[in-house]
């Protein structure tokens, strides 16, 4: 078969049509013959599908019907790449659209998102600038957390920071990418666009092609595709983008066996949970649909586990961490270049930040960006204290003075505009005056179309200003000349942005300021707001006071509104907080550290006092009384590292909990105090006897004093008392603090035939390996999971771990062990359960089928369809329920998927135990498991509810 030779994209339309229907008459097969084939091969192709792929009036047909067509006939090898090409060439975006894509796609994300710059010229290029951020990724549950920063004072379960790029090239259909609020989810999605659109046009393609959506725009009905393709065309026309781009150019690949990888930002900007919830369960479904079409980041702040819930249940998620301060001072003499002496005005920017108590707050992006536009400004000004302090003066610096936009010339030029419409003098002055009344309270109008935005307004900006009493229409000015006047003032302000026919805040913390700034605009205002945190929906039948239901974000901004007059508001503010925070609780420990992290200007005696006596609650959980020493040392150095010292003594406090305090005593207040606790912890043998939290003591030491933690846990991983696997994590991270010290120990782990290793701890070993030389790691790994002589069971878990390393080598092994009809029946629900993990799409058709087949041990059965009900709860359960219900199946068989389906559906599963417990048709045995397990269920969800 020659190589495609047509031109254009209707010319190679024609061709490709042409030789399928030339296969077909080879063959002797018909239409419906295709279509039954495609059936019988689980790939149903409808008959339309089929004719138009035929009929050269059509477009293309979609990648997965040209597949499923070309298995039916039989097609193949280099003949089948080949057709594929002619498609790619005959899309109907074709080459030229996708280009026209990239270009304004990489032009819109190059630009700085933030151009409210001060001083006479554009702010520097967000190329120029940016600092590529750390992340966190999941760990498993037999793996050590970091334990070496306030990650590990949160109790998070994270692994070792790795680059944040890594959430778009991680193995699963599905990731989320989490951050507070300013910490630079938007900035790293944009980037990875401009920097993989950049990639594209120089020839340097990728496994997939971003696209960037708010997630707001996928809160309507319309399916995906159709959002992306009305959001882009929306987004990009004003940047070189000509023509429309349709549905069709998203649901195609941007290139044949290529993903789009859609960047979904602010999910935690939908005010309603259903809303989100919907917009999740979309997101996850589209991405599950089977295609390999779309895989999904989604960008957001943190929200409760049961929301991401929707979107799977081994959905990773990666935390964004905030700059260092070697990232901050980098980040800020960027910023300094045009300044002389960048290098010195950097150093005095960062001791203005300790000055200002600034230091932590700067960490985070948004925040760092504020703070060196208002020192370029003028570097003689102090900077301002607190958070709502910083806003305050960025939104006067790119509002009230605007040097560089000439706001006040652009808002003067559309005050001329609406007047000089209107003929009559009359008509003429009314138009002026009040065009003139809505540019004096502009700023004030804003205010309040952030609050409405904030509590659920969708309707456009400029509807929700024309309802405003400052905004009063002449009977004379036509509706859609007002609202374009209107538009006009908006658009050069510097705190909106067009986005299609609206505006949109530059982002959600400048909303939030901006609403709680109408919120307390005058002291009536701030009354009702301090009554409406008083009377909370979350406010206990009892009278106990529980924190306001709001975003610690935008709680904070309304309580520095109500307590910055020092009036009888702010005192009754103050007198609320003291009430609230004396019930004391987990809800109230929680919100009183969130608001020093955010340097709310709560008063700073009796916060410190509160957040020592929270750090000595033996009620409260372990993590919040951490959280609550760190906070304090926010506010006093002395009185947080004397709760840290105490916890680090308190024996009713769990070993891990103890070391993590010592840590950070370690790091923040005082280094010789935390490294001695951490020694005495290692060493004492009444500390505690599991070797876990001794490592963990060891990695703590090497990030208070690298040398001699270092040395530690080189002792620890010669150590031969010690179990294997304390070993093994020992190395590991010893690899991470002497990178070349700690490979040669895993080494020796990996290959090492004198020591006695169990063949699961070598695998671990060479994970632990990959994590410090990933090139290393993955090579052993591979050898690992094709060696015959390795057990099954670490087989699986060597292409799990690979997997996570390299892709497609990993689930390839992964998969051939899924489907081997030779392998064990455990071994292919185990490999099947572990590709699960790694690729979803690929692991819930083998659990499908596995747990479907009825020629398997129906035990097995039952294992496929738990561990199915994890990644589709829904597919999952229903094939437990049919299990459990099947009167033809064994009493114990019933009783085994009704235990299963317990656990994946409490209230299923329960009452099918019950069932069974009741039924006397059942064996005596049968009864008696089945009430066992049933009252496990329910002690399971009791305990579950605590």
Known sequence: MADPGPEGRDGANRELKNRLKAALARQGLSQADVVRQTQLQGESVSKAAVSNALNPAKGPPAATTLRAFLNAVGISGTEKDKLFRLRDR?????????????EAAKKAARQHPYPGVPGASSPPALADVYVRQQARPPVADDQDSPGLDDAAARGNRTGPAVPAAEVFRAGHDVCVLQGGPGGGKSTLLRTHLADTADDWLGGRTGKTLPVM???AALSGTDPLPTVLAKTVTGELRQL???????????????RRGLSWLVLVDGVDEIPDTETRHAVLAMLANAAAAGTGLYRIVVATRPLPDNELGALGRHVPRFDLQPFSPDDLLTYATRW???LDDSGRHAKKFMAGLKRSRLEDLASTPLMALMLCQLYAADPTRPLPEGRTGAYQSFVELIYEQNFHKNVRDTHDEAIRRLKDRHQIPRDNQSAEKAAQQVRDHLLDLIDHLAHERINGSTAPAVEVLVSHLQVKRPQKVKQHLWSSFLGDLLRPTGILTQRADDFDFLHQTLLEYHAARHATRDEHARSQVLSDLIASPNAAATG?????????????????????????????????????????????CQFLTSQVVLRTSLPLRPTTAHLARFASDIALPADARLLAAVACTDLDRKAGGAALLAMTDDKSLDGRSRVRAATVLGRVVDRKAGSARLLRFIRDGDFDSA?????????????VDKKAGAAVLLAMADDASLDERSRVRAATILGRVDRKTGIARLLRFIHDGELDFHVDNRVLAAQGLAGVDEKAGAAVLLAMADKSWYDDYSRILAAEALACVNREVGTSILIGLADDTDELEKNRVRAADALARVDREAGTARLTGLADDTGFDVYYRVWAAESLAWVDSEAGAARLIGLADDTKQTERTRVWAAEALARVDREAGTARLIGLARDAREREDARFDALWEADLARRRSAHQSE
Do not use: C, M, W
């Open 90 to 102: 005959a899309e109907s975006h074709g080459p030229t659209q996708l280009k026209a894509y990239l």
């Open 213 to 215: 959506v708010s997630a």
């Open 240 to 254: 070189g983008l000509l023509d429309e781009l349709g549905a069709d150019f998203f649901r195609q690949p941007p």
């Open 336 to 338: 300094f270049g045009p």
């Open 544 to 588: 106990r006071l529980e924190p306001p239901a709001l975003d610690a974000s935008y709680l904070g901004f309304l309580l520095d509104g109500l307590l910055a007059p020092e009036d009888r508001v702010t005192a009754a503010t103050i007198r609320y907080v003291e009430e609230l925070t004396a019930h004391g609780g987990e809800g109230v």
């Open 691 to 703: 070797a876990d939290n001794r490592v963990l003591a060891a990695q703590g030491l090497a990030g």
